[in-house]
């Protein structure tokens, strides 16, 4: 057993936090020591959140077209992509995926839009309708991931009955600009502000595998970790065909295991969740996210690419003697 990675771990779960210098040190360990990583993530895990996985499914509200130029999304208006492209969806079918979400045991529900905002449009206020009216029919959590906000839109997502917007940084604000250039990162951060000043929680995170160094990763997290973040998501590329990053090398799964462990010691007892690019990019080895310290995932279809069958992945969850909330 790595003794150093042992002493972080006990001063994580007394509470006393993680500098850089050390959270740079786990980025760095290698061989059979990952283990040790590992080990130490699956206690901070279990020390917050015992065994208990949470849930999330995502609804595709209005798909494509997007002005922006994020170098991995298939929505993007600039790269020949095969996705299907369609306005605001009626209530409805948003209506369906919450039902299907139900059935899935996800705790909550998340409607996204492409698009750099849904600002001044009627689409905002519909959204803003259609979650009124389904959190109170629907008994679920409905959250929202519609782009940047402003104060005006925030208090009005709240209003609507919304606990929590998603709005990813991606990664760190040095490499952004190999991301996107459409839009600047301190937009981002202001959105996240914003929303919390208006006591909305915040799901943000990143994706990784796009060419970002180690340093990158820890900026992220601990960018993150300053912005006071409710829930961090992980997100592996998963390279499209016609995107700028189709010809990406993908992260090897020990390499992914990592990254969500040390995300677990900076971040010890907020909700971790692994989102897009599991399936692809861990393989046989999805189930470790759990012991690498991962309390969240989402379950059920992306926006643009099928997902795992949400029956399999119910029962990976009871197979590692984990459960959920039924
Ligand atoms: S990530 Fe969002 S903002 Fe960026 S291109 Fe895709 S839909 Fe547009």
């Known amino acids: 057993m790595n003794t150093k990675i042992e002493k972080i ?4 779960l007394q509470g006393k936090g993680i500098s850089y210098k050390e959270a740079h040190y786990l980025m760095g360990i290698n061989g059979n020591e990952i283990y040790d990583l590992l080990y130490w993530a699956n206690h901070i895990r279990y020390n917050s959140f015992k065994n208990v996985i949470s849930l999330c499914s995502i609804k595709s509200a209005k798909q494509g077209r997007c002005s922006e130029d994020c170098r991995f999304c298939s929505q993007s208006s600039r790269y020949q992509t ?4 369609f306005p605001l969806v ?7 995926a919450v039902e299907r979400g139900k059935e899935y045991k996800s705790n909550c529900v998340g409607v996204v839009t ?5 600002g001044g449009s009627v689409d905002f206020d519909k959204i803003c309708d259609y979650v009124y009216e389904l959190s109170k029919e629907e008994g679920i959590s409905i959250h929202t991931s519609i782009g940047t906000i402003t104060s005006e839109m925030a208090k009005k997502l709240v209003s609507s009955g919304v606990e929590m917007i998603n709005h990813n940084l991606e990664t760190s604000e040095r490499y952004y600009p190999n991301i996107c250039t459409t839009h600047l ?6 959105t996240i502000e914003i929303a919390k000043k208006a006591g909305l929680k915040v799901c943000s995170g990143g ?11 820890l900026d992220l997290a601990f960018r993150l970790k300053t912005l006071d973040v409710d829930a961090i998501p992980l997100n592996f ?4 065909k016609g995107t700028p990053f189709s010809l990406e090398k993908a992260l090897s799964p020990m390499d992914i295991l990592k990254i969500i462990a040390v995300f677990r010691y900076i971040f010890p007892d907020k909700e971790l969740k692994i ?16 012991y690498a310290g991962a309390n969240s995932t989402i379950i059920g279809d992306y926006l643009t690419t099928k997902g795992k069958s949400p029956d399999d992945d119910l029962q990976m969850i009871k197979d590692f003697d984990l459960t959920y909330e039924d």
């Open 9 to 12: 771990a006990n001063r994580v």
């Open 275 to 290: 989102a897009g690019g599991r399936e692809e990019n861990l393989r046989d080895l999805q189930s470790w996210m759990f």
């Open 114 to 118: 492409s698009g750099y905002s849904l």
């Open 237 to 240: 590329l998963s390279p499209i």
């Open 185 to 190: 990162y301190k937009e981002r951060v202001k």
């Open 207 to 217: 994706i990784f595998g796009v060419g970002e160094s180690v340093e990158d990763r």
């Open 82 to 85: 095969e996705i299907s492209r």
């Open 90 to 96: 009626e209530k409805e079918k948003i209506s369906g």
